[in-house]
């Protein structure tokens, strides 16, 4: 029987950008080396996993274990649950550069291509690559958690202005979720691990920095096309990369580790709205002049839409707030 994945994906639209628009992408080329590619870090300047963890190569490194291990035992299941779920995220990064590597226009079309969408693409792929390592070698050295478990949920997980929109959005997203759980391991008393949780915060502060700044050269260039696809993927709701996220067992993991995530205040439906109303002042969406009149409805549809979300959090706000247990 030839292998199939176990989760599947809504239907995709193909290579939906006219040639007027690729053009829009390649015009952008040289903005996009003085304006983004100022956002990645040399690699000798970036920390590495291995500056926040025992040294293998230590005579003290089965100290330092231990010593992370009584750390970890003060923390709780459900912290774990949410620690769990940021590494599994992290983890996909092969999803998301073959995601970035389907977008007209800026796709990576050698795997080495001069262009400054490829270099920013590869480059930005390496930079992320350190927080799955980071939290896949705490969390193993923890032994609070289901390592094989967790092996097998990421292996089973594994258009450009909806690309971007959507990144931007996601980068924003798990820098807040990375920055509440450094706060609670701190609250926890673990304050290595709160340090490496706020150092990955730190690097998705720079990439939606960068994320963002494309956008808004986008709503400068195309206002019309760029607000008709924030609108499109808001409809479609901005799913976290890890909503596919299957163990071989739970059908219902992911909404199990969200509900988890909005009971602790690590990421929630506030936060939601909260990114939404920050990307439209961001892109001064209510100020934009000219659109057609589907531009206009998409406007008054993304400038409505945080409200909506605020008011809908406040009635589901009760399901969040009872106890789910999530094996890990």
Partial sequence: KPFTPPREVHQ????????????????????????????????????????????????????????????????????????????????ALPTYQTMLNTLDGVRDETGASPTSWAIWTRAW???????????????????????????????????????????SFQERATFISHGNTARHAKEHGDVKLAQMCGIIAADEKRHETAYTKIVEKLFEIDPDGTVLAFADMMRKKISMPAHLMYDGRDDNLFENFSAVAQRLGVYTAKDYADILEFLVGRWKVADLTGLSGEGRKAQDYVCGLAPRIRRLEERNSARAKESVNVPF
Avoid at 140 to 167: A, C, E, H
């Fill in 125 to 167: 792929t390496a930079e992320e690559n350190r927080h799955g390592d980071l939290l896949h070698q705490y969390l193993y050295l923890s032994g609070r958690v289901d390592m094989r478990q967790i092996q097998k949920t990421i292996q089973y997980l594994i258009g450009p202005y909806l690309g971007f929109i959507y990144t």
């Fill in 12 to 91: 995709q639209v193909l290579h939906s950008m006219p040639p007027q628009k690729i053009e829009i992408f390649k015009s952008m080329e040289g903005w996009a080396e003085d304006n983004i590619l100022v956002h990645l870090k040399p690699v000798e300047k970036c920390w590495q996993a291995q500056d926040f963890l025992p040294d293998p190569a230590s005579d003290g490194f089965m100290e330092q274990v231990e010593e992370l291990r009584a750390r970890a035992k003060e923390i709780p299941d459900d912290y774990f649950v949410v620690l769990v779920g940021d590494m599994i995220t992290e983890e």
